[in-house]
């Protein structure tokens, strides 16, 4: 069974600080997707990633998939309240099986 | 506004009653998914349809019965529910199922969920 180790499970900041959400797992996944859920919402897709060692940015947040793709990053910069949520990673196992891996989550609350 | 929309958004019910969650989506996607999120936790798959097709069953009890009437339509029915399974329960499309031929899995569209409290 392949699985995704997320952390920090929790993260409360302040307005303005950077942050690093690490997602581990031995094993090599196809793809890493990242999530955001809101509270009373459903979790919306930010990225996907794909190759070994890429980097992609939106705005203020840059993820990135490790050179073996079997580790992601997700950071932000100058954290602002609206980022708040549920931030979950979630794999594509390698071998054409229908169902993601996800980790844990990390909740993030960043303060005014 | 989440182009995969979920009925109702709140359900209190039960333990002996019978009622059913709807989802809907009109992106043409191949693939819905029915998922069960306790509070701050990750979505636990429940099942997987392919194509209208059941393709994985989570070893879900059978007081959950998932059904999908046509490609647009995803329904789970409830009955018989234990206050254990009070949570929040996505419903997901996906453009493609994962195939042995898909390099990876095609990303989750998520309603916003209903919201089941079983007294």
């Known amino acids: 069974t392949q699985l995704l180790e997320q952390s920090p499970q929790f993260l409360s900041i302040q307005e303005g600080e950077n942050l690093t959400v690490y997602c581990n797992s031995s094993?090599?996944?196809?793809?890493l997707q990242w999530y955001r859920q809101e509270p009373g919402e459903g979790p919306v897709l930010l990225v996907t990633v794909v190759t070994g060692g890429e980097v992609k940015k939106l705005k203020r947040l840059t993820f990135q998939f490790g050179d073996a793709r079997k580790d992601s990053s997700l950071h932000i910069t100058a954290a602002q309240p609206g980022d708040t949520g549920l931030y979950l990673c979630?794999?594509?196992?390698?071998?054409?099986?229908?169902?993601?891996?996800f980790g844990k989550g990390t909740k993030l609350t960043v303060n005014p | 506004d989440t182009e995969v929309t979920q009925t109702p958004k709140h359900l209190v019910m039960g333990m002996t009653n019978k009622k059913s969650l709807k989802c809907e989506q009109h992106m043409g996607h191949r693939a819905m998914y029915w998922y069960k999120q306790k509070a701050k936790k990750p979505p636990e798959l429940m099942f997987v349809y392919s194509y209208e097709k059941l393709s994985i069953n989570e070893s879900v009890p059978s007081r959950f019965s998932p059904e999908c009437p046509n490609s647009s339509l995803l329904n789970l029915h409830l009955h018989a529910l234990q206050p254990e399974d009070s949570a929040l329960y996505l419903c997901?499309?996906?453009?493609?199922?994962?195939?042995?031929?898909?390099?990876?899995?095609?990303?989750?569209?998520f309603g916003n969920g209903t919201r089941l409290t079983v007294t």
């Open positions: 997901a499309s996906s453009l493609l199922p994962r195939t042995a031929s898909s390099s990876y899995n095609s990303p989750l569209h």
């Open positions: 094993s090599v996944f196809s793809s």
């Open positions: 979630a794999g594509s196992p390698q071998g054409g099986s229908e169902k993601l891996v």
